[in-house]
């Protein structure tokens, strides 16, 4: 039932741009911090950008990776459902495989099970 669906990916030159989207059903989602994770060929998985649900005193705020701050901006659209990373001034390292995340917010704690996407790949190539 609880579906995360990611697309967008795909090729694109160094310093281009590419905008994922990640579809949610199944879940209340505006209770749902809403992530984007990658992973390279051969690295760890790790956290690219996280907006918080959008509820409470810091609802809707965001965070980045280092790497990609000021280049990576994640968003959401409650009426949609949908999470998204504009992407811009890719580079060869960002290529890898996007993957949308989401997990319930209470106050300052996450609880409950993870909900993650398949993946989309990104390949950033001349």
């Known amino acids: 039932q609880v579906q995360l669906v990611a697309s967008g990916g795909g090729l694109v030159q160094p310093g281009g741009s590419l905008r994922l989207s990640c579809a949610a059903s199944?879940?209340?989602?505006?209770?749902?911090?809403m992530s984007w994770y990658r992973q390279a060929s051969g690295k760890e998985r790790e956290l690219v950008a996280r907006?918080?649900?959008?509820?409470?005193?810091?609802?809707?705020?965001?965070n980045y990776a280092d790497s990609v701050k000021g280049r990576f901006t994640i968003s959401r659209d409650n009426a949609k459902n949908t999470t998204y990373l504009q992407m811009n001034t890719l580079k060869p390292e960002d290529t890898a495989v996007y993957f949308c995340?989401?997990?319930?917010?209470?106050?300052?704690?996450?609880?409950?099970?993870?909900?993650w996407g398949e993946g989309t790949l990104v390949t950033v190539s001349s």
């Open positions: 907006v918080r649900s959008s509820f409470g005193l810091a609802g809707g705020q965001t």
């Open positions: 199944g879940f209340r989602f505006t209770d749902y911090d």
């Open positions: 995340h989401g997990r319930r917010r209470l106050s300052s704690i996450l609880i409950g099970p993870d909900y």
